[in-house]
């Protein structure tokens, strides 16, 4: 096996316990008004947050199993959207009748399959999405965030800390390498040079990406940092030392998820 192999299996099985983790939480919501919560993200409840991962790991089973497939899912929803239904509309829409346990056995056992069909592709191969194509690792990637972003939401609803995993590196990975994209999604020119970021992880682990003598950095803990590129914070809402006038642009713009540029929660949103 080669380190590449390696790695995207190590990927998987984290991608495969962020799922478990979830499962876990909303596995303790009670039939009535723990799923029916209304949460900070868009007033999602839990069962909103769990149909929208379940809708989008369907169609990423179908991504990775048939191309031409996935193509016509991606056709519908996109004409739906094109139509001004919500994203979160399409999801009830489509698990309309199925209560909170039955949807979460459900995107349970797909998340699962899903973990499974990714750990068998080589790491490069690429494969269809919303955008250019993706490559496998990049896929899981922002499979991982995304459970993570929508579990972060239902975490916040619940008033519960949350523990901080070593899984947050692939999260922060993400952010990191969409700074270009953060920009250009908003239709403005990226700065000419990425400011230096460095993140605390949890157990004392240090994580390091660009020069540290840049003009303009980040520095902070790996939980704050990807609250803000998740935009499930305001900045200035978490502990980050933001410094240049390029890092402090990115880091009210950041998002690291495909789809129209969007904003997160204002500052006072979340109290520090």
Same mark, same amino acid.
């Given at each position: +096996?080669?380190?590449?192999? !390696?790695?995207?299996?190590?990927?998987?099985?984290?991608?495969?316990?962020?799922?478990?983790?979830?499962?876990?939480?909303?596995?303790?919501?009670? *039939?009535?008004?723990?799923?029916?919560?209304?949460?900070?993200?868009?007033? @999602?409840?839990?069962?909103?947050? &769990?149909?929208?991962?379940?809708?989008?790991?369907?169609?990423?089973?179908?991504?990775? !199993?048939?191309?031409?497939?996935? +193509?016509?899912?991606?056709?519908? &929803?996109?004409?739906?959207?094109?139509?001004?239904?919500?994203?979160?509309? &399409? !999801?009830?829409?489509?698990?309309?009748?199925?209560?909170?346990?039955?949807?979460?056995?459900?995107?349970?056992?797909? *998340?699962? !399959?899903?973990?499974?069909?990714?750990?068998?592709?080589?790491?490069?191969?690429?494969?269809? @999405?919303?955008?250019?194509? +993706?490559?496998?690792?990049?896929?899981?990637?922002?499979?991982? +965030?995304?459970?993570?972003?929508?579990?972060?939401?239902?975490?916040?609803?619940?008033?519960?800390?949350?523990?901080?995993?070593?899984?947050?590196?692939?999260?922060?990975?993400?952010?990191?390498?969409?700074?270009? @994209?953060?920009?250009?999604?908003?239709?403005?020119?990226?700065? *000419?040079?990425?400011?230096?970021?460095?993140?605390?992880?949890?157990?004392?682990?240090?994580?390091? @990406?660009?020069?540290?003598?840049?003009?303009?950095?980040?520095?902070?803990?790996?939980?704050?940092?990807?609250?803000?590129?998740?935009?499930?914070?305001?900045?200035?809402?978490?502990?980050?030392?933001?410094?240049?006038?390029?890092?402090?642009?990115?880091?009210?713009?950041?998002?690291?998820?495909?789809?129209?540029?969007?904003?997160?929660?204002?500052?006072?949103?979340?109290?520090?």
């Amino acid at each position: +096996m080669t380190d590449e192999t !390696a790695a995207m299996h190590a990927l998987c099985e984290d991608l495969r316990a962020e799922c478990t983790g979830l499962d876990a939480l909303v596995s303790g919501l009670d *039939a009535g008004p723990g799923w029916g919560l209304k949460t900070r993200f868009h007033g @999602w409840t839990p069962w909103d947050e &769990i149909a929208h991962l379940h809708l989008f790991d369907r169609l990423a089973l179908r991504a990775v !199993a048939d191309r031409d497939d996935f +193509m016509r899912g991606r056709g519908d &929803i996109g004409q739906q959207l094109a139509r001004g239904t919500e994203v979160s509309a &399409i !999801a009830r829409t489509t698990f309309a009748g199925l209560d909170g346990p039955a949807l979460a056995a459900r995107w349970r056992a797909d *998340a699962q !399959a899903l973990a499974s069909a990714l750990a068998a592709l080589e790491p490069k191969a690429r494969l269809p @999405w919303f955008g250019p194509d +993706m490559s496998a690792r990049s896929f899981a990637t922002a499979r991982l +965030m995304e459970t993570w972003a929508h579990g972060q939401d239902i975490w916040d609803a619940l008033g519960r800390p949350r523990p901080a995993s070593s899984r947050l590196a692939h999260i922060a990975q993400l952010g990191v390498i969409t700074f270009r @994209w953060s920009f250009q999604n908003r239709g403005l020119p990226p700065p *000419a040079a990425a400011p230096a970021v460095e993140l605390e992880g949890p157990a004392g682990a240090v994580w390091r @990406w660009g020069d540290a003598s840049a003009d303009g950095w980040v520095r902070g803990s790996a939980l704050d940092f990807c609250l803000v590129v998740t935009q499930r914070r305001h900045v200035l809402d978490t502990a980050l030392e933001v410094r240049g006038d390029s890092a402090r642009e990115w880091m009210s713009i950041a998002q690291c998820f495909a789809g129209p540029a969007a904003s997160g929660p204002p500052p006072g949103s979340f109290p520090r």
